[in-house]
């Protein structure tokens, strides 16, 4: 599965994992996603992804504080991962 595949939703598992390509939820498509659509609300952005930060702190107990608030929010205010270029 190509996973720049825009058909394919990447929605987290009951385990907080990405359903489609198995990462970790918010996996890196799922997160460029959410670029795009809240580029010009990035607050909105924020509440949204608080949702599930909330939702999966009662549930990833292996993780402290620290580590579900980068998971969820830190990757918010950084830049964008650079896109490599496929050879020809």
Not at 4 to 9: I, T
Not at 11 to 30: H, K, M, S, Y
Not at 70 to 88: H, T, V
């Amino acid at each position: 599965m190509d996973e720049d595949d825009l058909s394919v939703p990447h929605r987290p598992d009951t385990g907080w994992l990405c359903a489609d390509c198995t990462r970790p939820w918010p996996c890196l498509v799922f997160r460029g996603r959410l670029r795009i659509l809240y580029h010009r609300e990035p607050t909105k952005l924020v509440t949204f992804m608080e949702h599930f930060r909330e939702r999966a702190a009662g549930e990833l107990t292996d993780l402290s504080p620290a580590q579900i608030e980068a998971r969820f929010l830190g990757w918010i205010s950084e830049p964008p991962p650079r896109r490599r270029l496929r050879s020809i």
